[in-house]
């Protein structure tokens, strides 16, 4: 597992890094917090501040945008085996207005129907606001 995420200064070397460890045909699994489509209409909208750069003490993540992730992936030599959204509950229950309440007690319920609930309800959302991005990537056999 790796993440890339955290750094202001960039990822790719970090992508490069991982192809040099991993073993030829491995897999490596990488999260991240993804742009999403609702993330991505709020930031057409203004809602989010500019990262300037300059105030790297408060910084933490970076919501990534899929398809630059996907072909920095591609051009360090890696396969994408899968990619999707995940955790679509969680990016409603952040992002939209009026979601939080429901959102989180879906999140803090320890019910199993409620449970059933939430994954039915991520499934449904996940592809437009996901929070997080799985991928599955592949190492070229030599």
């Given at each position: 597992?790796?993440?890339?995420?955290?750094?202001?200064?960039g990822?790719?070397?970090?992508?490069?890094?991982?192809?040099?460890?991993?073993?030829?045909?491995?897999?490596?699994?990488?999260?991240?917090?993804?742009?999403?489509?609702?993330?991505?209409?709020?930031?057409?909208?203004?809602c989010?501040?500019?990262?300037?750069?300059?105030?790297?003490?408060?910084?933490?993540?970076?919501?990534?945008?899929?398809?630059?992730?996907?072909?920095?992936?591609k051009?360090?030599?890696?396969?994408i085996?899968?990619?999707?959204?995940?955790?679509?509950?969680?990016?409603v229950?952040?992002?939209?207005?009026?979601?939080?309440?429901?959102?989180?007690w879906?999140?803090?319920?320890?019910?199993?129907?409620i449970?059933?609930?939430?994954?039915?309800?991520?499934?449904?959302?996940?592809?437009?606001?996901?929070?997080m991005?799985?991928?599955?990537?592949?190492k070229?056999?030599?």
């Amino acid at each position: 597992m790796v993440i890339i995420e955290h750094f202001y200064t960039g990822y790719r070397p970090i992508l490069k890094e991982a192809y040099r460890v991993l073993k030829p045909g491995g897999y490596l699994f990488l999260t991240f917090p993804a742009l999403s489509w609702v993330r991505w209409c709020k930031a057409q909208l203004g809602c989010y501040a500019h990262w300037s750069g300059d105030d790297c003490d408060r910084f933490y993540q970076f919501a990534l945008n899929v398809k630059a992730v996907e072909q920095s992936i591609k051009s360090v030599g890696f396969s994408i085996v899968s990619s999707r959204g995940h955790d679509g509950v969680k990016g409603v229950k952040d992002e939209l207005f009026g979601c939080k309440l429901v959102g989180q007690w879906l999140y803090d319920s320890k019910k199993l129907p409620i449970k059933l609930l939430k994954h039915g309800l991520d499934r449904l959302t996940r592809a437009w606001a996901g929070h997080m991005r799985l991928m599955v990537v592949k190492k070229a056999k030599k």
